[in-house]
């Protein structure tokens, strides 16, 4: 089957605008992860779904950062207001339990 | 923030010869896990040790967990051009519903030809 798809995989915004980045898991996976990695560090966690739920938000840098998955499966991470600093790839991820998660490709942010 | 970290944070070796990276946590964990990235195919699992588990062998890696001094390593031996990539450690806490991976800062390997 597929494996976990984001959209866009690129996006150019200029400082103010709002961005909706897309992330598909793999169908089944109960567990989907947001990350946001700056070029030359790891990953830094954002934000953890169960199903619906949001089980965890304490890596969302600000307000500005809102993410959702109202029917448990597509998530949306929606910045408002972007500036520059929120450049960076975001990653998602989705997993069955506590092991292995699996990446999509990533959309890669640009703030001019 | 990140709760790990590798070293050493670069390593380039003559492609054959083995590479070795460490990596160090903070807190107690219920597995750690290493991933591969290029640009190639992004990040990629490699390899989950739990924190029951010594020593995990998969094809040519092998990753060790000491839980008394919070650290491990991965061994990739026999390295190949292929292998040039930046390496991650993971660390999914020991605590209660928590399943969110903490990162490292990654150790980039170039395997020269």
């Known amino acids: 089957g597929a494996g976990v798809s984001q959209s866009p995989r690129y996006k150019v915004a200029k400082r103010g605008q709002d961005v909706a980045l897309r992330c598909d898991p793999i169908s089944g996976h109960v567990s989907l992860f947001w990350y946001q990695q700056a070029l030359g560090q790891g990953p830094e966690f954002l934000t953890y779904f169960q199903n619906e739920a949001q089980l965890d938000k304490s890596g969302l840098p600000s307000d500005r950062f809102f993410a959702e998955r109202p029917e448990g499966s597509v998530s949306t991470l929606k910045i408002q207001r972007t500036q520059q600093e929120d450049s960076a790839v975001y990653l998602c991820?989705?997993?069955?339990?506590?092991?292995?998660?699996?990446f999509g490709p990533g959309t890669r942010l640009t703030v001019t | 923030s990140q709760q790990g970290e590798e070293d050493p944070q670069a390593l380039s070796i003559q492609e054959g010869e083995n590479a070795t990276m460490n990596c160090s946590y903070k807190?107690?964990?219920?597995?750690l896990q290493w991933y591969r990235q290029n640009s190639g195919r992004g990040l990629v699992h490699l390899i989950l040790i739990r924190s029951n588990e010594r020593e995990k062998h998969s094809g040519r890696l092998r990753v060790t967990l000491d839980t008394s001094k919070k650290s491990s390593s991965l061994l990739i031996t026999a390295s190949r051009a292929a292998d040039t990539a930046s390496y991650f450690c993971a660390t999914v806490y020991n605590a209660g519903n928590n399943r969110k991976l903490i990162w490292g800062l990654g150790t980039s390997l170039a395997v020269n030809p």
């Open positions: 991820a989705s997993s069955l339990n506590r092991g292995e998660q699996y």
């Open positions: 807190t107690s964990i219920n597995n």
